[in-house]
Structures are given as structure tokens and as C-alpha cells.
């Protein structure tokens, strides 16, 4: 946005709905354009029931040809679990690669001391699967996800022949202490824009709310799904009108924004003059 031009975001209520720790970098740069974000964490994470598994892959990562990372929470979890049980994430002689799904999983990854050698263009799994393409072929490739992940990217992978070992490296919970009053004014519409980043966002906030006040909410407030897999996951709960960033970078979900905001501002310039 350049500087001394007033953003279309001004004063609108931006409801983020991802784990807290998640929101900082978008919360400051909502409110540089003096947009008021609203965090209201839906989801939480935990640590995996069982860490047997993942910590046999820790253990034995150097016999794994790439590691695929779908989240800067995935890279976290690994993080935090090998320094647990003493093991180093970096291993010598460039194995394993990474690949991730997006910007911010890379910048995860590269702040990790990993080299990333692939981010997707198109950010979602089964996308980052077909780019690889031929180089997944007869690769051993570690991918650590949630308890609630999609299947279509471990099914992806395998189709280019990979060799996948898919283990819970933590778990997505509903959050311990939900703000009931924030939700309550989000759920009366006292919100312009409402930002789901994963499809269980998507699920617990349906289940907070109700079908009936979630209908009346899509004809108020726009409805924002970062990445396709999140925009189905709205579609499955019966929102229709949804604004997309297919790109996951606050940058992108910006834009998205802004562009919605000064479509609405215009259309409501035109209308007044016509008035």
C-alpha cells in the first residue's frame, strides 16, 4: 500500500480465527492500515497422544530423501520434539530436502537452519505433490502432520511413487478458554470480515454458532478461506459466498481484502451518486 494513500481497511473489524500464537505478523499489519483485527483463536494444538512414531522418523531422519512440511506448526512440533529427545534436525550431507507448502512453512523451515528446496507455487498439498512430480519417484519422504489432516496429500504423493511415512507430529484441539463474548458479537455480525486459515477453524466455529446464525452471518460479513482445502471446508457447511486467497502469505490475505473493501466502497459511491 503506498504511503499517505488511506487503506480500504480503515476501521473494519477483521475477526482472525487461528491459534494465537499464529496471529501477530497479520494483527500489526491489519492495524498499519488501521483496519481493527479481532483474534479469536479457534483451534489450539497439542502434543500427540503417542510419540513412538515420531520419534522413530526424528531418529532415523537421515534415511528419509525429503521431508514435506504443510505448516509452520508441523515444523514447530518436529522442532520441539527432536530437542526433547536429543536428536538435531539438520543432518549432514544435504538429507534430507524440504519441501513446503507455502511461504510461511518455508520461513518456519529456514529459521530452523533448513535449506528449503521447494515451495509451492500453488499452496496446498496434493499441488505441492504434482510439482514435485517425477523427483518423488522411489523417495522416502517424511510427512508430519496434524491428527486431522486431509488424506489427499499422503494419496498424492503415493501416486508419484513416493514412499510415504506419514506420522502425528501434534494434534488440533478447540482452544481451552474461548472468548464467549468475542464470539457472541461475531456471531451478531458485529464484524466486516471473518478470516478461517484451516477447515477445523471452519468446523468448531459452525459448532459454536449454529447453523441459523451462521446462514444469517454470510449475507453480513464476508466470509475469507485461506487456501482452496478451507474454502470446501466452507462450502460443506453451506457458505456460498466466500472470499479466496489461494496464497497463504499475509500479503496475499491482505490484497484479497482490500480489494473486496474498495470493490464495496465504490459500489457504494456509485450508488449514491446515482441517488
Same mark, same amino acid.
Given at each position: 500500500m503506498a504511503e499517505g494513500i488511506p487503506s480500504a481497511l480503515a476501521g473494519k473489524r477483521i475477526v482472525i480465527t487461528r491459534a494465537a500464537a499464529q496471529c501477530e505478523a497479520l494483527s500489526n499489519e491489519l492495524s498499519a492500515r488501521r483496519a481493527i483485527p479481532v483474534v479469536l483463536p479457534l483451534i489450539s494444538f497439542g502434543e500427540p497422544q503417542d510419540f +513412538? =512414531? !515420531? #520419534?522413530? /522418523?526424528?531418529? +532415523? &531422519?537421515?534415511?528419509? #530423501?525429503w521431508i514435506i512440511l504443510?505448516? /509452520? =506448526?508441523? &515444523?514447530? *512440533?518436529?522442532? $520441539?520434539?527432536s530437542g526433547s529427545i536429543g536428536r538435531a534436525l539438520i543432518q549432514k550431507g544435504g538429507k534430507p530436502q524440504v519441501a513446503t507448502v507455502g511461504p510461511v512453512s518455508a520461513e518456519a523451515a529456514e529459521a530452523a537452519g533448513f535449506e528449503v528446496e521447494h515451495v509451492a507455487h500453488i499452496h496446498n498439498g496434493v499441488a505441492l505433490a504434482e510439482e514435485l512430480g517425477e523427483r518423488l519417484r522411489d523417495r522416502t519422504v517424511l510427512l508430519p502432520r496434524s491428527d486431522r489432516a486431509n488424506p489427499d496429500l499422503p494419496a498424492a504423493l503415493k501416486r508419484y511413487g513416493a514412499r510415504v511415512t506419514e506420522v502425528i507430529a501434534y494434534r488440533t484441539l478447540y482452544p481451552a478458554d474461548i472468548d464467549q463474548r468475542n464470539l457472541q458479537k461475531v456471531a451478531k455480525g458485529k464484524a466486516e470480515a471473518i478470516l478461517f486459515f484451516s477447515p477445523s477453524a471452519v468446523q468448531h466455529f459452525a459448532e459454536l454458532v449454529g447453523s441459523e446464525p451462521l446462514s444469517a452471518l454470510e449475507n453480513r460479513v464476508a466470509m475469507m478461506a485461506v487456501g482452496p482445502? $478451507? *474454502?470446501?471446508? !466452507?462450502?460443506?457447511? +453451506?457458505?456460498?459466498?466466500i472470499l479466496t486467497s489461494e496464497d497463504t502469505s499475509a500479503e496475499s490475505v491482505l490484497a484479497v481484502l482490500e480489494r473486496h473493501f474498495a470493490g464495496e466502497l465504490n459500489r457504494s459511491h456509485a450508488g449514491a451518486k446515482q441517488g
Amino acid at each position: 500500500m503506498a504511503e499517505g494513500i488511506p487503506s480500504a481497511l480503515a476501521g473494519k473489524r477483521i475477526v482472525i480465527t487461528r491459534a494465537a500464537a499464529q496471529c501477530e505478523a497479520l494483527s500489526n499489519e491489519l492495524s498499519a492500515r488501521r483496519a481493527i483485527p479481532v483474534v479469536l483463536p479457534l483451534i489450539s494444538f497439542g502434543e500427540p497422544q503417542d510419540f +513412538g =512414531q !515420531l #520419534d522413530e /522418523a526424528i531418529r +532415523g &531422519l537421515a534415511r528419509f #530423501d525429503w521431508i514435506i512440511l504443510t505448516s /509452520a =506448526q508441523a &515444523l514447530r *512440533a518436529l522442532a $520441539t520434539r527432536s530437542g526433547s529427545i536429543g536428536r538435531a534436525l539438520i543432518q549432514k550431507g544435504g538429507k534430507p530436502q524440504v519441501a513446503t507448502v507455502g511461504p510461511v512453512s518455508a520461513e518456519a523451515a529456514e529459521a530452523a537452519g533448513f535449506e528449503v528446496e521447494h515451495v509451492a507455487h500453488i499452496h496446498n498439498g496434493v499441488a505441492l505433490a504434482e510439482e514435485l512430480g517425477e523427483r518423488l519417484r522411489d523417495r522416502t519422504v517424511l510427512l508430519p502432520r496434524s491428527d486431522r489432516a486431509n488424506p489427499d496429500l499422503p494419496a498424492a504423493l503415493k501416486r508419484y511413487g513416493a514412499r510415504v511415512t506419514e506420522v502425528i507430529a501434534y494434534r488440533t484441539l478447540y482452544p481451552a478458554d474461548i472468548d464467549q463474548r468475542n464470539l457472541q458479537k461475531v456471531a451478531k455480525g458485529k464484524a466486516e470480515a471473518i478470516l478461517f486459515f484451516s477447515p477445523s477453524a471452519v468446523q468448531h466455529f459452525a459448532e459454536l454458532v449454529g447453523s441459523e446464525p451462521l446462514s444469517a452471518l454470510e449475507n453480513r460479513v464476508a466470509m475469507m478461506a485461506v487456501g482452496p482445502v $478451507t *474454502a470446501g471446508a !466452507l462450502r460443506k457447511i +453451506g457458505v456460498r459466498r466466500i472470499l479466496t486467497s489461494e496464497d497463504t502469505s499475509a500479503e496475499s490475505v491482505l490484497a484479497v481484502l482490500e480489494r473486496h473493501f474498495a470493490g464495496e466502497l465504490n459500489r457504494s459511491h456509485a450508488g449514491a451518486k446515482q441517488g
